[in-house]
């Protein structure tokens, strides 16, 4: 990553990372460029708010506040769950979620008024000219959230990353199938797509079943049983053509390069270099855009073949026959 952040240095790039839902640990993809970004993110539920290590990022801040898609609303109505990080502006739809083992994280054990912001108002407020990575966990807005974005603002994000629902889990929110219809109209692609779940087992039948077999428990059932789809991982990039049409810089695309090798895309990040080379002319930095890609590219063979060694040394016969279709 010592080619990113010579890159950064000398173009003077700092791109803004935005972090709507920041009870978790900022996302771990982020790390290599944090000396070189401004972050801010948001999370208005107190229990379990994270703080970024001192010094990790070039400008860091956490703001106290909801993010919503209301410009008008200063204050919203914001639901406490029992697990915080399911905690949301919109309301669990316990109709659906009661049929999973996880339904108790989603009990509201407080309604409170929490002070509200949104993402125009932010960019605004701290003067930035654009954003240029947006992560959104917000528990069901995600798209709505995105959306009210100013169109120049909207226009210019790079990269996006979601936590959308695949089940209804709260009352109206949004859904993966709706917002990828959404973000590919809007220029974006699907780089990277984790599907998560939990099980799908009603509390109360797990208790009657209990009372039989002491041993099924929660988490032995959670543990050992099969996951249903519930909720989703999705990170989505803007593609060169939707750039080619905007008012995009060197630093622009300089900057989708970059991102595009933080999540191992590196046929795409040659298509930026080449594109890069073709608008701006064939300079220092398309030369570094290039070669780092080609340099990557080369080596996906040699990884590969390393991991294979190494596997074939230390596991056992009969569990490389169950495991071979991931690695070949």
Same mark, same amino acid.
């Given at each position: 990553m010592k080619t990113l952040t010579k890159l950064f240095t000398e173009l003077n790039i700092y791109p803004v990372l935005i972090d709507i839902g920041s009870s978790a640990e900022t996302p771990e993809i982020w790390n290599s460029i944090a000396h070189h970004s401004i972050y801010i993110g948001f999370d208005p539920d107190l229990r379990e708010i994270y703080e970024p290590q001192e010094g990790l990022f070039y400008k860091s801040l956490i703001i106290n506040?909801?993010?919503t898609s209301n410009a008008n609303s200063q204050q919203i109505l914001f639901n406490l769950t029992k697990f915080p990080q399911c905690s949301s #502006?919109?309301?669990?739809?316990?109709k659906s979620i009661s049929n999973y083992l996880f339904s108790d994280y989603f009990t509201v054990e407080k309604e409170v008024q929490v002070e509200?912001?949104?993402l125009n108002a932010v960019v605004e407020q701290f003067s930035l000219h654009k954003i240029s990575w947006i992560k959104t966990d917000t528990q069901g807005t995600d798209l709505r959230i995105f959306n009210s974005l100013r169109d120049e603002l909207r226009n210019q994000v790079l990269a996006l990353d979601i936590e959308p629902g695949i089940a209804d889990v709260y009352e109206g929110e949004d859904l993966f199938i709706d917002i990828h219809k959404h973000l590919i109209k809007q220029g974006f692609w699907l780089s990277n797509f984790n599907v998560c779940g939990t099980v799908r087992m009603k509390k109360s039948v797990l208790e009657k079943l209990k009372d039989l077999v002491p041993e099924l428990n929660p988490e032995f059932i959670s543990n050992f049983h099969k996951q249903t789809p519930c909720w989703c991982e999705a990170r989505y990039f803007r593609t060169l053509e939707w750039l080619a049409n905007g008012n995009f810089s060197k630093?622009?695309?300089v900057m989708l390069w970059a991102f595009s090798l933080l999540d191992n895309q590196i046929g795409f990040?040659?298509? #930026?270099a080449l594109e890069y080379e073709r608008i701006f002319g064939k300079d220092s930095v398309s030369q570094i855009l290039l070669n780092e890609?080609?340099?990557?590219?080369?080596?996906i063979h040699h990884n590969k073949k390393i991991i294979r060694a190494i596997f074939g040394k230390l596991v056992p016969t009969r569990i490389k026959?169950? #495991?071979k279709k991931v690695i070949v």
């Open positions: 506040k909801a993010i #502006v919109l309301k669990p739809d316990f509200a912001t949104n630093s622009d695309y990040a040659s298509e #930026v890609a080609i340099s990557r590219l080369k080596t026959k169950l #495991v």
